[in-house]
């Protein structure tokens, strides 16, 4: 265990030296919550449900969060360190490579949690966002959606021949999601036909069961569903893809 902390904080030291990482993972759905919170306000709409459109668009923030992370932050990484050889040695150390992946794992849900509260702060102090009462369950909805997206992103890490092209698949792969899925604008104003292409893609249901989470208390089933496959296929895939040199 102690080792696993060991690694797991010096994870944190590198993401806090990667700027880019951090403007993307930390800052960049805050500026989007707040460019478009000033633009359409945050005021109570009883055609919304008594929620302002900053409220109703935290889902989808948080969908933002865990995309960047799983698609953008994790194959970067673990393809950089197997360029550099870091994953070959520390393979060879006696730590073993359970405490090494699983390290890049708990750095990776220490940093996605430290998005969505930086969310929250900005939400709070900025447009005094309504916190839904209740809803704890949309904590382990998070989870399962971070642990399946970091899973496609263990199977992107092995895949690519280099940090660079991990960085420009996944990002080829997480921006048409990322503006389909209603992560970054709401899926209502879409055309139909859009809306039903956004049906199959997998950050459409990590929005869809935050957002029946954090408004309605339930849990969407199909969107359950989706996760979870995409959880067990990307654990299946990158156990046969994942390379460490």
């Known amino acids: 265990m102690k080792t696993f902390l060991k690694l797991t904080y010096m994870e944190l030291k590198l993401q806090l030296r990667e700027p880019v990482a ?3 993972t930390l800052a960049f759905p805050v500026m989007v919550m707040v460019l478009f919170g000033f633009i359409f ?5 009883e055609l919304l449900g008594g929620y302002g459109r900053v409220d109703l668009s935290v889902p989808g923030y948080i969908g933002m969060i865990v995309g ?10 673990l ?7 870091i994953l070959r040695r520390l393979r060879a150390t006696p730590l073993g490579s359970s405490p090494v992946l699983w390290s890049q794992v708990a750095a990776q849900v220490l940093m996605t949690s430290v998005g969505i509260s930086l969310l929250f ?8 966002l309504r916190i839904p009462d209740g809803n704890l369950a949309i904590v382990p909805a998070i989870l399962l ?3 399946s997206f970091f899973a496609v992103g263990f199977v992107l890490a092995g895949v690519m021949p280099s940090a660079r092209t991990a960085q420009a698949v996944g990002m080829a792969v997480f921006y048409p999601m990322l503006f389909l ?11 139909d036909s859009v809306q039903q292409i956004a049906g199959w893609l997998p950050l459409t249901h990590v929005v869809i069961l935050v957002e029946d989470l954090w408004l309605k208390g339930t849990w969407n089933l199909t969107s359950v569903a989706v996760v979870v496959v995409v959880l067990i296929l990307g654990l299946v895939l990158s156990r046969f893809t994942f390379r460490w040199e």
């Not at 306000?41 to 709409?45: H, I, T």
């Open 22 to 24: 951090l403007f993307f």
């Open 79 to 85: 393809a950089n360190y197997r360029d550099l050889g």
């Open 41 to 45: 306000g945050n005021e109570a709409d």
């Open 121 to 128: 702060i900005a939400g709070l102090t900025i447009f005094g």
């Open 181 to 191: 899925s209603g992560a970054a604008m709401p899926r209502h104003i879409m055309p």
């Open 68 to 77: 960047t992370i799983g698609l953008l932050g994790i194959p970067t990484t």
């Open 145 to 147: 959606s971070a642990f």
